[in-house]
């Protein structure tokens, strides 16, 4: 785990209300995590196609552009995912007011 | 156009360095825009592939949950994804700090 990795992770640690914190590699495989083996795999595929699609869209809108982050809210939650060159970063904490 | 769209965009237009504001529904067909043609066109298809992306995985972790908003940042500007049940409504920002 690189220094860059648990600099994220610390900084994620930080926000308000965080239920669990997923570093996936670029393959979906889980490489940390606070949460238990099921949600994490299961919130790790799910979050790879969904980083890929918006990776997809904003290089399509502009090649010269990048995709940076995603803030998705839901009902019950909220999911943050971050990429970065060999990973992406998954947060999911309770929604804020 | 519904008074809820109207209140949506009014909304949604008091937002900080808003580039552009569109209104699409959910076959993709642009109703109401602030932008021009080509981009506007282009936006509606790409956000509602994403949009679609992010209502099958938030349904896949949880039956019972529901996609409310995607707050997408990238280099270039912070994209704003928020459905309703006939339509979703796309902002485009310059990134905040």
């Known amino acids: 785990m690189s220094a860059e990795v648990e600099e994220m992770l610390k900084r994620f640690s930080a926000f308000k209300n965080v239920q ?3 570093v996936v590699d670029n393959d979906g ?3 940390k995590t606070t949460m238990e083996y099921t949600t ?3 919130y790790a595929a799910l979050m ?3 980083a890929e699609k918006a990776r997809q869209v904003v290089l ?3 090649a010269a552009n990048e995709f940076v982050l995603i803030r ?3 009902l019950k939650s909220e999911i943050i995912v971050a990429p970065s060159d060999d990973y992406f970063i998954v947060v999911i904490q309770d929604p804020c007011d």
């Open 60 to 62: 399509d809108l502009d």
């Open 48 to 50: 790879q196609t969904l």
């Open 72 to 74: 998705m809210r839901t």
């Open 20 to 22: 669990g914190i997923i």
């Open 29 to 31: 495989i889980p490489i």
């Open 40 to 42: 994490t795999v299961h």
